[in-house]
């Protein structure tokens, strides 16, 4: 596989398979019968005409179909001829188009539960966001940066462990401005926002009026509740660590949610659907406006697993405006104040000291900060990026990996 292009195959790794024959039936479908213990597969002639694989119908080269699903619609899904090779199929279409798919091609595409199954694992990763067992800071799992940058099954580890747990540390990273090139060089990439096009810095300015950039207590909070779809991941490098204090507290809400659903459903259904507004105003000098408002519940679940997976709060960004009946607020605060206690109660301690890059599933591990001495200094930069240039940067290693192999 050396030097082989980036691919769904290449991903999903080597498949070993001859064919021992194949045949129409039900008139509109193939089955393909193995040589090997696999037994029979059975394909959709018009998924075979769709995925054609000749170069009139799809480039390797940039992975990507030819045709349009309108010439799909216009072409013929019916068989004129079929015929196999121990290494091939080759379908003669009635239109006189042919195809022929390797056998190789066609086991990796398997449309049986446990091949489907498999494939999905590989495709978007086998580990599972899992609720915290940490209980200590030393339980984070951390890596150095350069081998990160360095290794592509450093790169794996790093992002699994962050669907995994929510939280890793990056050890010795360079003084400053590093977190836009760690994205780019694990080939991931940053997010924008209305802080800044890169890089953020927060540090204490004893003058300011933001909390973040002071040296108050910040409590447990998401960055961003008040988008439609806050940062998902949030990368906080630490330059100067103050002497006293300063610590940043961890909660993983999704262990939280879970023990809230266990010991309180009513408690969980409430906070699981009563939307709360969040409120984003700031009026810049030199910069444009910004009124930004979102609705929604404190917990969102993931609509494929059911599973609790973003917790929207910050205390600072709840709109005055609570748009729901009394009766409503009032059991929405009842039902918070025990999640709230959950959260504290499961919470943990980390001091960062500088070249430590925090990374963390913003909208799963909330995130607070300490008090420390406003005579001291303290500086953090900060980054955004999200889940699919990560899954990417994911995917391209294992891709490395597998041509390794
Ligand atoms: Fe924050
Ligand atoms: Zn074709």
Redesign the pocket.
């Known amino acids: 596989m050396a030097g082989e292009p980036l691919s769904i195959d290449l991903l999903i790794g080597k498949a070993q398979a001859t064919i021992k024959q194949c045949e129409v039936i039900e008139k509109s479908r193939v089955r393909v019968s193995w040589s090997d213990s696999s037994g029979d597969s059975i394909y959709p002639m018009m998924l075979l005409r769709d995925c054609?694989?000749?170069e009139?119908?799809?480039s390797p080269s940039v992975n990507s179909r030819l045709?349009l699903f309108e010439q799909l619609l216009a072409a013929a899904s019916s068989v004129a001829n079929i015929s196999s090779q121990p290494e091939s199929l080759c379908i003669d279409w009635e239109d006189g188009?042919?195809?022929v798919y390797e056998a190789e091609w066609l086991y990796r595409r398997r449309l049986e539960r446990a091949a489907t199954e498999d494939r999905l694992l590989k495709m978007y990763c086998e580990v599972q966001e899992t609720p915290w067992t940490i209980t200590k800071p030393e339980e984070i799992k951390t890596g150095r940066y350069d081998d990160i940058l360095r290794d592509p099954a450093k790169i794996v580890e790093f992002t699994e462990t962050l669907i995994r747990d929510g939280a890793y540390v990056i050890k010795d990273a360079p003084p400053r401005h590093c977190l836009v090139e760690f994205l780019r060089e694990i080939k991931a990439k940053h997010q924008s926002t209305h802080y800044s096009d890169g890089e953020w810095v927060i540090k204490n300015i004893p003058t300011s009026k933001d909390l973040p950039n002071s040296s108050k207590k910040l409590e447990l909070h998401i960055d961003m509740p008040y988008l439609v779809k806050p940062q998902q991941l949030q990368l906080l490098h630490c330059l100067v660590q103050s002497a006293d204090g300063g610590e940043n507290k961890l909660s993983d809400a999704l262990k939280a949610a879970l023990l809230l659903k266990k010991e309180n459903p009513e408690y969980y259904r409430v906070l699981s659907s009563v939307e709360v507004d969040f409120q984003f105003i700031k009026r810049y000098r030199g910069s444009h406006d910004w009124f930004i408002c979102n609705r929604a519940p404190i917990i969102q679940e993931d609509p494929r697993t059911g599973l609790p997976s973003l917790c929207r709060f910050a205390a600072e960004v709840r709109c005055s405006s609570f748009n729901q009946p009394v009766e409503v607020i009032e059991s929405w605060y009842e039902a918070f104040r025990h999640y709230w206690s959950i959260l504290e109660q499961h919470s943990i301690l980390i001091k960062s000291s500088p070249g430590d890059i925090l990374a963390f599933n913003n909208g799963r591990v909330m995130h607070a900060r300490e008090a420390f001495n406003q005579q001291q200094e303290r500086q953090l930069e900060g980054i955004y990026a999200d889940w699919d240039y990560l899954m990417s940067a994911w995917r391209v290693a294992k891709c490395e990996l597998n041509r390794r192999v």
Do not use: A, E, N, V
């Open positions: 054609c694989p000749c009139k119908c799809f045709t188009h042919k195809s």
